[in-house]
């Protein structure tokens, strides 16, 4: 599982877009880049995959620049709802590994009115 | 550090049998677990969060019927995989929220069931 760094905070007000980025240098050519998000008390859900270039849902838009080194995550017009913890993970979560995989620190979102 | 195991680690069945896999927490209790399958391309969808005491909530789009959650203790929650069929062939991960870790909500994952339905 390659590394990722992202950072551990980020401010925003409602109807503003944001944007979190990934760093992972250590991509392999087979890794795909997964973006989850977590409330308090609650799972990790699934928000957006990709390759490369850019990758849109419902929900958010993945951006991945050519060199595939990082990846950023966009929310267009944040609510209050959109309040959570955001992850990172490339690869495979389990990459041989034998569980206890956690997903690391993510970026907590705090979306003000 | 805190281990969650799953049993067993693989099963093969005959499409409309069921299937129970056991998602234990080894060394911390937890009052809440969650059930993912995992889908092509490794990404995780979050089934269900298993609630010790009272019953499992699913997410939207997944049968509560198919896919049976029992929380019996804080230790152990299973999933069972009713009339299983071809499509249901999968990997199935666990977790279970460690809380005051390190992390908040540090989630500790499971490693695994692969079901295949023949």
């Known amino acids: 599982l390659a590394k990722t760094t992202q950072p551990i905070s980020m401010d925003s007000y409602e109807g503003q877009e944001v944007n979190i980025t990934c760093s992972h240098n250590?991509?392999?050519?087979?890794?795909?880049i997964t973006w989850y998000q977590q409330f308090p008390s609650q799972g990790p859900r699934f928000i957006i995959q990709?390759?490369?270039t850019k990758v849109t849902n419902e929900v958010a838009s993945l951006f991945i620049p050519a060199d595939r080194k990082s990846s950023t995550l966009s929310l267009p017009r944040v609510s209050l709802s959109d309040t959570a913890v955001y992850y990172c993970l490339v690869g495979d979560p389990w990459g041989g590994s034998q569980g206890n995989l956690i997903f690391g620190k993510g970026t907590k979102l705090s979306v003000k009115p | 550090g805190a281990v969650v195991s799953q049993h067993p680690s693989r099963v093969i069945c005959k499409s409309g049998t069921s299937v129970k896999i056991e998602c234990r927490s080894l060394?911390?209790?937890?009052?809440?677990m969650f059930w993912y399958r995992q889908f092509p391309k490794k990404s995780l969808m979050l089934m269900a969060t298993?609630?010790?005491?009272?019953?499992?909530?699913?997410e939207q789009g997944v049968e509560k019927d198919k896919f049976l959650i029992n929380h019996a203790s804080l230790t152990l929650s299973t999933l069972t995989v009713t009339s299983a069929h071809p499509e249901d062939s999968s990997f199935y991960i666990c977790?279970?929220?460690?809380?005051?870790?390190?992390?908040?909500?540090?989630?500790?994952f499971g490693p695994g069931t692969r079901l295949t339905v023949l």
């Open positions: 060394d911390f209790q937890a009052t809440t």
């Open positions: 977790s279970a929220p460690l809380l005051g870790g390190e992390f908040t909500d540090t989630q500790y």
């Open positions: 298993s609630n010790e005491g009272s019953k499992a909530t699913y």
């Open positions: 250590n991509i392999a050519t087979n890794d795909y």
């Open positions: 990709g390759y490369k």
